[in-house]
Nanobody, 115 residues
Framework: QVEFVESGGKSVQPGGSLTLSCAASGFVFICWSMSWYRQAPGKERETVAT????????DYEESVKGRFTISRDNDKKTLSLHMTNIQSDDTTVYYCNAEPPFAVWGRGTQVTVSS
């Protein structure tokens, strides 16, 4: 069955850096564009970044452009999000999924920005 396991979240100071990782299984990874999503309490889920099947095309939500980098390893079926110059508004739980997403979601990984 489809499964996503996100990891790497932790508490960081404003301006810090962090890399999130996601292990995907249960579907043909190379056949799907992949995205990182985030959802703060009481807010709609938003797509943070998307990467194409081969990894050559990426797209970012406006507020993270120039700060976050999405990448994928099709051999390992993993997705990464390298976050730099992290800001307080980036505090929330991050999830990975296909684009468009499957109905199944992982537990996510919590990123907390605190000085």
């Amino acid at each position: 069955q489809v499964e996503f396991v996100e990891s790497g979240g932790k508490s960081v100071q404003p301006g810090g850096s962090l890399t999130l990782s996601c292990a995907a299984s249960g579907f043909v990874f190379i056949c799907w564009s992949m995205s990182w999503y985030r959802q703060a309490p009481g807010k709609e889920r938003e797509t943070v970044a998307t990467v194409s099947l081969g990894g050559g095309v990426t797209d970012y939500e406006e507020s993270v452009k120039g700060r976050f980098t999405i990448s994928r390893d099709n051999d390992k079926k993993t997705l990464s999000l390298h976050m730099t110059n992290i800001q307080s508004d980036d505090t929330t739980v991050y999830y990975c999924n296909a684009e468009p997403p499957f109905a199944v979601w992982g537990r996510g990984t919590q990123v907390t920005v605190s000085s």
